[in-house]
T-cell receptor, first 113, second 112 residues
Framework: GQQVMQIPQYQHVQEGEDFTTYCNSS?????IQWYKQRPGGHPVFLIQ?????EVKKQKRLTFQFGEAKKNSSLHITATQTTDVGTYFC?????????????FGTGTQLKVEL | DSGVTQTPKHLITATGQRVTLRCSPR?????VYWYQQSLDQGLQFLIQ???????AKGNILERFSAQQFPDLHSELNLSSLELGDSALYFC???????????FGQGTRLTVV
């Protein structure tokens, strides 16, 4: 079945440093989504990328979808303590009329002052 | 607030027991998804319902079952509970034609 891996699993940075998490799918994706889960919270949708090579920005966050539509990255510039949480990528897998969203393994980000 | 409501927030029960988790999707959303999140397994897809019908199934145990009712709320039934079933159970919903999922606050199940 479809597998979605993320690296690194954990990342500790000093506030102000940049951060990048990478997502790799075993299958080609129709789109890739990114979610953020704060400690003790629930996953919150951040963005969806659809086109091959697409790049989208949200303030300090830059999302990229690979040319082969099998990988993606999230880059945060100048991290802040509010960026703390686990970042998940997720790819849909159409199965018999359903829509199974497979989540990556996640990257837990800790930001220290 | 995502608009997805889950109850209860916390549940503590003994091994061998049965529990029911409840989810109300966002207004207008027909799709409901159930996910299990444990420390070492990440977010595991369990099952999807669309307008009352099962549409996709993940690695859901036979001891687990779900249904979606005419008013679109959904219930996840977990029976013959084991210690390893302790986890966060999330419900999510999505709009017609949309693939992004909006998650509820989750139910933290502890089996003792």
């Amino acid at each position: 079945g479809q597998q979605v891996m993320q690296i690194p699993q954990y990342q500790h940075v000093q506030e102000g440093e940049d951060f990048t998490t990478y997502c790799n799918s075993s299958t080609t994706l129709s789109n890739i989504q990114w979610y953020k889960q704060r400690p003790g919270g629930h996953p919150v949708f951040l963005i969806q990328l659809v086109k091959s090579g697409e790049v989208k920005k949200q303030k300090r966050l830059t999302f990229q979808f690979g040319e082969a539509k099998k990988n993606s990255s999230l880059h945060i510039t100048a991290t802040q303590t509010t960026d703390v949480g686990t970042y998940f990528c997720a790819g849909p897998a159409l199965t018999g009329g359903g829509n199974k969203l497979t989540f990556g393994t996640g990257t837990q980000l800790k930001v220290e002052l | 607030d995502s608009g997805v409501t889950q109850t209860p927030k916390h549940l503590i029960t003994a091994t061998g027991q049965r529990v029911t988790l409840r989810c109300s999707p966002r207004s207008g959303d027909l799709s409901v998804y159930w996910y299990q999140q444990s420390l070492d397994q990440g977010l595991q897809f369990l099952i999807q319902y669309y307008n009352g019908e099962e549409r996709a199934k993940g690695n859901i145990l036979e001891r687990f079952s779900a249904q979606q009712f005419p008013d679109l709320h959904s219930e996840l039934n977990l029976s013959s509970l084991e210690l390893g079933d302790s986890a966060l159970y999330f419900c999510a919903s999505s709009s017609i034609g949309g693939t992004e999922a909006f998650f509820g606050q989750g139910t933290r199940l502890t089996v003792v």
